[in-house]
């Protein structure tokens, strides 16, 4: 029996035999730094200008308005191959939008607001870009590297089946770090524990 379980084991988890890893370590500007998988292909100044322009757009046509605050992306990832779809994307903004503290006393009432703010927003965004919102999980605290942060999760739709995002917005005295994650959810199976990876992966130094 315990060679029958070993035999199971090292089938379902090949990968722990070799020593190495398929993601790679990542220091970005500012201080962030995470994990992403090797061979993902990084979205260049042109792609990330069109994404940029096309939110810009989006939030004036649905009256939200630009965040306020110098918004700077650190790096933009997709997986790979392209038939695939899951992207990494991190944004800082300076100054943040709301300090460590606030965000550290936020009650659940807050919260609620803040869920039913952003989930109107993007009822009104996404279908400026040809999506649809189709569920949207909330907001909650949570701490990442050691930063209060708040995780905003939700469901919309996508070109060939919805996608889960899930965004990460973590705030320091400095700046307002921000990591969208999300993937196909036909997917699910081969991205989730790839995003749960990247996310735990992310630290945060003392930055300037």
Known sequence: MKALVLVIGLLLVPAAASAESNFASVKL??????????GWWLMGKDHNRLIHTS??????????GLPDGQETNLIAAN????TTYAV?????????????????????????????????????????QNNQLLQFYG????????????????????????????INLIFTNSQEVNINLS?????????????????????LTKWP
Do not use: F
């Open 79 to 82: 997986s790979m191959p392209r």
């Open 183 to 203: 993937y196909r959810e036909s997917e699910a199976a081969l991205w989730k524990p790839v995003v749960a990876k990247i996310r735990q992966s992310i630290t």
């Open 29 to 38: 500007p500012r201080g962030v730094q995470l994990q992403i998988p090797k």
């Open 139 to 166: 907001v909650r605290k949570d701490s990442i590297s050691g930063h209060p942060a708040l995780v905003i999760e939700y469901r919309r739709s996508g070109p060939k089946c919805p996608v889960i995002v899930q």
């Open 88 to 128: 990494v994307r991190v944004d800082s903004t300076i100054p943040p939008s709301v300090s460590p503290r606030e965000i550290q006393a936020a009650t659940a009432t807050d919260l609620k607001d803040i869920g039913n703010e952003l989930r109107g927003g993007l009822e009104k965004m996404l279908p400026l």
């Open 55 to 64: 939110v810009e757009a989006a939030l004036d046509l649905s009256g939200i």
